[in-house]
């Protein structure tokens, strides 16, 4: 069936660090992308998102782009905070005709040291 | 401004008590769902609704059940609270099929 694969965590990285975490979905039609973060405590927010190919979502310098051709969708930041250390679901919009259940992936842990 | 909220934020109950959780939305969405979140698991669904009279199953509904009878309040309903039901409940809302969803702020449930 359809799913959403993102990299397995905990991440850990120092302050001022790049990050990366990858994301893959299956390609059944033509589904909308989602990053969500989850802070401790809290629900999960929407961060960004992507409609359509090669479109770039951004968000509080956070920035992932719908490749359909690799149907992927990274989360990238250049420079990571203290402040992002968070859980981040990657989730794809389902096939036509499974109405609004979002397919999210697993969530990846991200721990930024100071 | 829109917004989703749940009550209680935190519960504590006793096996096989029926336990009702609370989810409204303000945002006039027809789409509203119910999740879990454990440890290992990320986030599952347990039921749905996509307007009102309708719920749907999700992948984890066994011992849960909801009911719609207006666009802004999906209750989620242990029948018999079970300790496998300990877990972080967040009831979630969207407008289309493939919009984003919101997300509450979750309700944290210990069954003792």
């Known amino acids: 069936g359809d799913s959403v694969t993102q990299m397995e965590g905990p991440v850990t990285l120092s302050e001022e660090a790049c990050l990366t975490i990858?994301?893959?979905?299956?390609?059944?039609?033509?589904?909308?992308l989602f990053w969500y973060v989850q802070y401790p405590g809290e629900g999960l927010q929407l961060l960004l998102k992507a409609t359509k190919a090669d479109d770039k979502g951004s968000n509080k310098g956070f920035e992932a782009t719908y490749r359909k051709e690799t149907t992927s969708f990274h989360l990238e930041k250049g420079s990571v905070q203290v402040s992002d250390s968070a859980v981040y679901f990657c989730a794809r919009s389902p096939p036509g005709n499974q109405g609004g259940k979002l397919i999210f992936g697993q969530g990846t842990e991200l721990s930024v040291k100071p | 401004d829109a917004e989703i909220t749940q009550s209680p934020r935190h519960k504590i109950t006793e096996t096989g008590r029926q336990v009702t959780l609370a989810c409204h939305q303000t945002w006039n969405h027809n789409n509203m769902f119910w999740y879990r979140q454990d440890l290992g698991h990320g986030l599952r669904l347990i039921h749905y609704s996509y307007g009102v009279q309708d719920t749907n199953k999700g992948e984890v509904s066994d011992g849960y059940s909801v009911s719609r009878s207006n666009t802004e309040d999906l209750p989620l309903t242990l029948e018999s609270a079970a300790s496998s039901q300990t877990s972080v409940y967040f009831c979630?809302?969207?407008?289309?099929?493939?919009?984003?969803?919101?997300f509450g702020p979750g309700t944290r449930l210990t069954v003792t």
């Open positions: 979630a809302s969207s407008a289309t099929g493939v919009d984003e969803q919101y």
């Open positions: 990858n994301c893959t979905y299956t390609a059944t039609g033509y589904p909308s």
